[in-house]
């Protein structure tokens, strides 16, 4: 081993012990060469974050609009418009209920436009109001710092200043805590699956045994395995690690977005204690409270990172600090970066005014693609085997009509041939001209002509009308086949 090998691990083993780390079983271990995770020891061992709560007023908002987003998550699937769900995606039928609305899986431009412009307002948002998402709506976040900490302080204790849990749980509290954990994450379990069977099919289910529903069932059990496992062990790793909505954050911020963030300005160079004038320190007490408040383990002092999910926490826990020490709040706050470099903060650039704008495009998109949406979808899809047959004089034609009735109501249909005047109409079996809402039929029929008619290259157009009792029309053109 080299002496410079040897003198590098002496020294890390040297560090190891001062921070009060193993020095590793097969001898010191070496420093990783950066910051590698706020939520990994320098061993590589998982490092469990107990960030202290910080009730300032920012918490307290954020507190009130999380308990608001839990209850509308429950009440959601309880809610009608005009006797349908206002949101149900239901896989099995393939039909997705928003706001009341039925989207049926050939609505794919529907659902196109739905989707884009949900993702442009996500993206608008966060051009705007940077990570509000992460810190102030994100289930993740919202549960995990308004449901389960508390839970977690309840059981050990307020955590300290220095952010360590006050109690050390025995076993049999950390096994009543776990079961606490899997009876919330069977709640919100259930909550979730009532969005995809609604609320009356999921109580039903309920009360009967799983072997009647294994679908259903799986679906829910995989669901708080999945939960219990994210809030319980996995907790802020799914924001550093997992979601891919943090990565995407660099492209959607600008320099103008809003971030929360020190002011390195005012608070640099920093000083432990109360400052005198003479010190010329900055406003920062490194009292390090704003790091042991963080839920995500970062030091916001180190500028703008990924790991930053904008809750807020670290704005609490200063203003706290600047308030005892009798200096202005606001050392870390809501700005953004040019604001810290003491530039003029500018609502309009070119992201605030061009995805408002193609917002507006897919909006009248959308609503036009809904106005005129039909009522109901035909189409023609030509027999099995061959083309026509001949008998006597007539020829005839077999086909499928495919109806989907897209409104709510149940309708009957239909048919009346336009052109020729000469062709006859056969429907084989008229059950599928009877639909309920959002149901879909092949129709069977049959199309007689006389073979004098004209078949000059083997073909012939013909126009079919289908009405509804609704009174929704529709012409549907297809080809004769016949002898030239
Ligand atoms: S809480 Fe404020 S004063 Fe204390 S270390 Fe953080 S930035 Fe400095
Ligand atoms: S740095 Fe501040 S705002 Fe960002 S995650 Fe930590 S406490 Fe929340």
């Known amino acids: 081993m080299s002496e410079s090998v040897t003198k590098e691990r002496k020294e890390s083993s040297e560090a190891n012990i001062a921070q009060g780390m193993p020095e590793g079983g097969n001898g010191p271990l070496l420093p990783p060469p950066e910051h590698v995770l706020s939520t990994l020891e320098r061993d590589g061992k ?77 993206v608008f948002i966060t051009a705007v109001t940077g990570r509000a998402w992460c810190g102030w709506a994100c289930p993740q976040t919202v549960y995990i710092e308004f449901l389960f900490r508390p839970i977690d302080r309840l059981f ?47 109580a039903t289910w309920m ?8 679908a259903g069932f799986a679906v829910m059990a995989v669901t708080t395995g999945l939960l219990t496992y994210d809030f319980y062990f996995f907790r802020e790793q799914t924001c550093l690690i997992a979601c891919p909505y943090g990565r995407f954050q660099s492209v959607m911020l600008d320099r103008q977005s809003l971030i ?28 390090n409270q704003c790091v042991v408040v963080c839920p995500t383990g970062i030091d916001i002092r180190n500028g703008l990172q990924m790991e930053c999910i904008n809750c807020t926490q670290c704005i609490d826990a200063c203003d706290t600090v600047m308030d005892k020490v009798g200096l202005p709040r606001g050392l870390i706050r809501y700005t953004s970066q040019e604001s810290l470099e003491g530039k003029q903060r500018r609502f309009l650039r070119a992201r605030t005014i061009i995805y408002p704008l193609v917002l507006v495009g897919l909006v009248s998109a959308l609503a036009f693609a809904l106005s005129t949406k039909y ?28 109806l989907v009735n897209r409104t709510d109501e149940a309708q009957r249909y239909q048919l009346t041939i336009q052109s020729p005047t000469e062709a006859e109409l056969e429907v084989i079996d008229e059950t599928g001209l009877n639909l309920d809402a959002g149901e879909t039929a092949m129709v069977p029929i049959h199309v ?7 078949f000059g290259d083997g073909n012939e157009p013909i126009l079919l009308q289908v ?6 029309k529709r012409e549907v053109s297809f080809r004769l086949l016949g002898p030239r």
């Open 448 to 454: 007689r002509f006389p073979s004098r008619l004209t």
């Open 375 to 402: 009522g109901f979808d035909a189409r023609i899809i030509r027999g099995k085997g061959a083309p026509f047959t001949t008998i006597e004089r007539t020829v005839v034609n077999s086909f499928n009509l495919r």
């Open 260 to 287: 929360v963030a020190y002011d390195y300005n005012r608070g640099e160079p920093r000083k432990k204690g109360k400052h005198n004038l003479e010190d010329k320190a900055g406003h920062c007490v490194d009292c």
């Open 46 to 122: 998982r490092r469990w974050l107990r960030p202290k709560l910080s009730q300032g007023l920012w918490w307290h908002r954020r507190r009130i609009l999380a308990y608001v987003l839990m209850l509308i998550f429950v009440v959601v699937p309880y809610i009608r418009i005009g006797g349908k769900p206002l949101i149900q995606l239901d896989i099995a039928a393939r039909e997705f209920t928003i706001f009341g609305h039925t989207f049926l899986p050939t609505d794919t431009l529907l659902l196109a436009l739905t989707m884009l412009t949900a993702f442009i307002s996500i």
């Open 156 to 202: 050990e204790g307020t955590v300290g200043k220095g952010g360590q849990a006050k109690r050390k749980l025995s076993g049999l509290l950390e096994l009543v805590r776990f079961g606490l954990y899997v009876l919330l994450c069977m709640f919100l379990a259930h909550t979730f699956l009532a969005y995809f069977v609604g609320p009356e099919r999921l």
């Open 467 to 472: 009405v509804d009792s609704s009174e929704n």
């Open 207 to 214: 009360r009967g045994s799983p072997m009647e529903h294994p």
